[in-house]
Nanobody, 123 residues
């Protein structure tokens, strides 16, 4: 059974930073590409960032490229998202999941999601 637990969200002013962490279990973590998604109020969940199994490749949505950095620790089964220069439009609930590349789009590998972690950026 897949279990994903996201932590590290909070309230921050524009220009500030946060570091999110996701702990995964029930996944063959060390061989799974992992990613972050977010869902803002009234909007669909969207892809934010992905990292392949050995951290040799990272992928970002254009809206966060240059500000966010995804990383992973296979020994601890965790994936992190360092978010710098945050903007009010980054306000959302952030989720992690294993990911699949389907054509040009990254999608979640599992239907089950964690509770997510709320990020709120004030202007």
């Amino acid at each position: 059974q897949v279990q994903l637990v996201e932590t590290g969200g909070g309230l921050v002013q524009a220009g500030g930073s946060l570091r999110l962490t996701c702990a995964a279990s029930g996944v063959t973590f060390s061989s799974s590409p992992m990613g972050w998604f977010r869902q803002a109020p009234g909007k669909e969940r969207e892809f934010v960032a992905a990292i392949n199994w050995n951290s040799s490749n990272r992928y970002y949505a254009m809206s966060v490229k240059g500000r966010f950095t995804i990383s992973r620790d296979n020994a601890k089964n965790t994936v992190a998202l360092q978010m710098n220069n945050l903007k009010p439009e980054d306000t959302a609930v952030y989720y992690c999941n294993a990911v699949l590349l389907e054509g040009p789009r990254w999608s979640a590998a599992f239907d089950s999601w964690g509770q997510g972690t709320q990020v709120t950026v004030s202007s």
